[in-house]
């Protein structure tokens, strides 16, 4: 078995980890660390865990990283500023480090710091970090020890826009409009575990808004997704807007395009399966199926529609995923299952809850 | 107009006596205090508020006591242990206190130093308090100088038990056993504005569940209610168990009772009928109309329904209310309404919001 | 008083008129007209009203006709087709009529036959039909006899355009790009009182989907009102994108747009701000505070927030409002008040509900 | 592998079924019939499923008993009244048959008749059917050909108070007064997969209400199930009053029991683990932690808290469980597993999805 630790558990990707790796055929979760709650059970704080994991919140104060360095994978469920800390000595000791937090998702430091407002404790190890999102980077996941999980956010619309940006690079002709509008709404758990008077249910519940609308973290994140898929000398630039739903899990994001001649001649529905046909994980919805967000619940599937209105030359992308799965925690397990040599699917391959 | 002050509107009894107050005819609200939040206008943390009312949180310090004094009606919308620090100094001025927290709703100082874990800052202003339901205590009401607003939970247990204690008294015979059950369902409102763990959308949403399994503050006031109407030898004792629904507002009380032989005999729909026959807010329904909480929405009515499984012997008493209109700010509306011998529904009389 | 008369009320858009009615100090709801409930009595239906009326739905036939010209004011909440049959002779015999769904809206014939399926029984009313938002047409409205109350995501995109529109029509210069993305959300009650799987509380709770992507009737009503508006050589088109939201009542539009060098130079903040200054309805929102659904629920406001990310050159507006009210019954009112030389407000200043 | 049809997968217990089922071991959905959706892929109905199974619905007409004669298990998710027609022919060909409907809880034929409103088409297969929990019935399983799979409501109050009655007949002493309270509350999915207006999500959302005040088929199931563990003298009767919660998913049952002197002196907290010790899906909950349905949300989990107020002789038993897995489909499984000589947790052993 390959021997797992995860650090920082109390929160929602912490226990969806905790929930995923224990039906993993192939690892065992030997260590899970918080300082706010060692010597607790983690069926203690999450009851549904009971008769699932005996395991118990540990704190081991200057031999952490010791007891650390003895896995074969560290997950990070923390948050941003922490992962940086260990990465380093944790990767020169051979062990595989993914990090659910930013701090290893912009290779670049100057956008790192702008958005982050820290500075960063292994700039250097920026550029070796691989972004997780195997159907992008499946390769350089094999041999990567060090991985940055992407945002909920990015996955959704970097998904939602490959097939796109690389229908274009191949013709080498610009087949969209620069500009890519994405109108994304989450589900209230990817504001994570806190105690916070704007996430009181009475204040969340039977009410819409958007946030962020000056600006959101995710933005540079889904700039940088696009710019590693661009091959052609044709940029994009992307107004990113996030909404808040009622709901707990469950991410939309209605991605925006304006087609150029060339691009209305193509036939995307079959792009899009072209480009998919061989990921478990992504599923091109046929025609007259919508997307809804509970499709994927609790799963790590995410699924896309493509509509062209010929007329009005939009080409309109509809993506849902379960915001803690495959946008999380889900993601994780897969990246760890491709850096381990293992099926990419294992202990994934479940159905998602409906109703 | 009557001057109005409202001590602590920060919360969501405070925005509903704000709402409420904005529509009543005969009163302005021309002082709101607040420490925290002093010299913002209340619309800017309740932009719903924005064209309805202009008011500005103030704190004037030492001389907050003798702007209270000038006015003519004080609410306190304020935790337990603030109105009691107040309420001498105001009511000697002449001035008519509401309290809506739980200062002055116990008339036994060994019951609220139990229950509240404080010491009473004023306990001989405890017995000539009045606990505020109109529908049992109108004629104190209309002389008193100091209202416990009551809590919400027991202004739906004693009016749903009203018509049965006195019908019990009218005959001088048990009607129904001595054990009265009383399991309740509120809204997550009844929380408070609170940022707080247990009540982020994430955790309260799409569950359910009891809290305070082993004691409740709101048994001794239901049974201290009970009392109140008991003029027989017959006692009564009472179960309390409340939950939690994933709604915003509304409150359920379904109130199980066994019925003696003589209780039995009684057309318990006509009993109830003839006893609420002349209140406005309390709407008993006919048979085969069941309560929900939607039907009360936003509003000051409480609805009852009445069944007698007679086989059985069983009788359920189902009751609705808003818990921030009749179980809070409406309620206290009400009780200013009598006590300044206004008509009693003034400002109050509107509809429920459905859906 | 003024005489009413609801021609098919057992809606949501109908209880809300019914509700909203209920405290209009100068009109009397004197006929509720429903062919399935004729007899039975409004609150059997929906007890909410228990208390606040007891109009009784009733079916007269042959002289139903003669019953509704004997009204002042006629509203229509009934399905499509249905006011289009009687609008004619009533507004001959001097009624004004009020269409709450869509025989009126579209002014185009082939438009409304090709995105409604059926012929128009009165075509030749279409011109003279106003197209009721009073804050675009009050003008027009008072001297109004028959009237189109708008759908409610034209209402919001309308008016969360028309600054934008009438700036650029006073400078005669493109200020924002050609193409007008509405990326819409609506609570569950834009769907009507229902019997419908897709609606479900176990299909539509906890879940996010949009759905007419391939084309939705409001479209051309959007695309309507901005040509009413225009007045300069720059036309416009709109990607509308509706989406459906757990929640009961709200409305939210995300409006996406492009700036021209020309439009970037405008402050928009203030355009907007002295744009709406005198409309009681319409709240622009200060810069820092974001507009949510609830803010509005169960009121006849619509807010606004606009930001212009200059970097980028995005104009992103967004607007809310209640569904229901502003959206339907609630514009349907402020319509009649305009209609009969009332306070535009009477019966609608009230405050919305929150929490 | 054992090969299983599914009659009727249309509902929500069909399609939980199916989930449950692509993730068993030992078992293949070979067919699944419907005659509405006769051709249609079950993932066409449910996209949820796609990627995990590829089964279409079949209806073979008169060929339909041959093809589930040759299957080894056969689950009815279809209403009642079904099963009764089929279960003759395929017990005597051998097949394993479990009817999720009522055709077969109830052993009564008077009862079934007076609670269902039909006739039964196979009276004499009452008594031989084995009414399926395994926790309750296990050794009779193990041998039975015919399961009724109990009810929901009924799963929670007969595990809820097995261990009560049993401790009464072990001591052969009234422990618990004669009248038992189960004050039960459900999410919407148990009211089925239907078109009906009351389940609306405008109508059912942010409210909350009881439902089959007068009486409710749960009942007898529930007095029946006491009755079979009924080894003494002391009969029990029941009040049983459902109440529906906005949540998709979940039951939550308040069971409220008056102690004897005898009852007082037993450690109920110690009882209830004693007697579940052995019971994997069965969790008694340690002092301290409340149960919430959430904690149990898909999954096969029903959790138990026991409160013991002794001053008021009250004993409070609250169970949660998820009503479509515990209380249908997984306790379907579960018994499958049990009368195939499986380990009864196979393909069960998930945990719950929080948040």
Redesign the interface.
């Known amino acids: 078995m390959i021997s797992v630790a995860i650090v920082g558990g109390t929160g ?1 990707t912490g ?1 969806e980890l905790i ?1 995923l790796l ?2 993993h055929p192939k690892v065992s979760v030997d260590l899970l660390t918080s300082r706010s709650h060692a010597g607790t059970r983690a069926d ?1 704080i ?8 005996d395991i118990v919140f540990s704190d081991l104060g200057d031999d952490t990283l010791n007891a650390l360095q003895k896995c074969d994978v560290v997950f990070f469920a923390t948050p941003h500023g922490v992962a940086m800390q260990q990465a380093e000595a944790l990767t020169q000791a051979g062990v595989k480090v993914i990090d659910l937090a930013a701090d290893f998702r912009l290779q670049s430091l100057v956008e790192f710091e702008q958005w982050y407002q820290q500075q960063h404790a292994c700039p250097e190890l920026l550029k070796s970090a691989v972004y997780g999102i195997p159907e992008v980077s499946r390769d350089k996941l094999r041999n990567a020890n060090l991985v940055g999980n992407p945002g909920c956010y990015p996955t959704t619309a970097i998904l939602g826009l490959k097939p796109i940006i690389e229908a274009q690079n191949a013709k080498n002709t610009r087949l969209i409009d620069e ?1 890519i ?1 994405v ?1 994304a ?1 989450s ?3 990817g ?1 994570g ?5 704007a ?13 962020g ?3 959101h973290r995710h933005l540079p994140e889904i700039e940088q997704g696009i710019n590693i898929l661009l091959e052609s000398q044709f940029t994009q ?1 992307v ?1 990113f ?1 996030p ?1 808040l ?6 991410m ?1 994001s ?1 991605i ?1 395009l ?1 087609l150029t001649d060339a691009g209305k001649a193509v036939d995307w529905q079959q792009a899009f399966e072209d480009s998919y046909a061989d990921e ?1 994980f992504l ?1 091109v ?1 046929p025609t007259g ?11 790590n ?1 995410l ?1 896309i ?1 493509v ?1 062209q ?1 010929n007329d ?1 030359a ?1 080409l ?1 992308v ?1 993506v849902v995923q379960d915001n ?1 799965v495959k946008g999380a925690a889900g993601q994780a397990v897969q990246n760890m299952n491709v850096m381990l040599g293992f099926d990419e699917t294992l202990g994934l391959n ?6």
């Open positions: 929602y226990v929930r224990s039906s203690q999450f009851p549904s865990l009971r008769g699932i994991s500009r509008i109108d709404k589900g209230v758990s504001a575990r806190q105690a916070k008077l996430l009181n249910y009475a204040e969340t519940s039977d009410n819409f808004e958007a946030y609308v000056t600006g630039r107004r807007l909404h739903v009622p709901m707990i899990r469950g939309y209605s925006h304006e478990v599923d919805l199926i919508y997307p809804d967000t509970r499709s994927v619940r609790a799963s599937r699924r529609a509509y209105n009005r939009e309109t509809l803690l479940f159905a998602p809850i409906v109703p």
